[in-house]
């Protein structure tokens, strides 16, 4: 009897846990910023991109990638006005992207890149990895 007891609530446990874990699993976000960097500072925009920025965002919880793309062309309809840049940033879920905004070393780092951009009116687009 006490066999058959234990087995039930390991079971009960087990099935509990899926269910807290499928609740609170979340789909990872990629943050997309159309930038129009200077082109008289774009060399010092990518080294503290790759310096300052890439490397503090990497050791936050949750991040995955972060990427700085330059625009090569528009295939099909038009680029975004002014820009010549794309910022990619991706986390784990959109909480560990607002703690990462939140974090005195965003407050920092992210400067670094403003300063080089024309223009501080940038399109953000929020996206959820399926």
Do not use: C
Request: glycine fraction near 4%; aromatic fraction near 8%.
């Amino acid at each position: 009897m006490k066999r058959r007891k234990y087995l039930k609530t390991m079971l009960a446990v087990a099935a509990g846990m899926r269910s807290g874990m499928a609740q609170t699993k979340q789909r990872p976000i990629e943050l997309h910023v159309d930038l129009s960097v200077d082109p008289a500072k774009e060399k010092e925009m990518l080294k503290n991109f790759r310096t300052i920025f890439r490397p503090a965002a990497s050791k936050q919880p949750g991040f995955i990638d972060a990427k700085m793309l330059k625009l090569a062309s528009a295939l099909q309809n038009s680029a975004p006005a002014g820009s010549n840049y794309r910022f990619m940033i991706s986390f784990q879920s959109e909480e560990h992207r607002k703690k990462w905004v939140a974090a005195p070393v965003h407050q920092e780092v992210w400067p670094a890149i403003e300063n080089t951009l024309k223009s501080k009116d940038y399109t953000i687009l929020l996206y959820e990895v399926s």
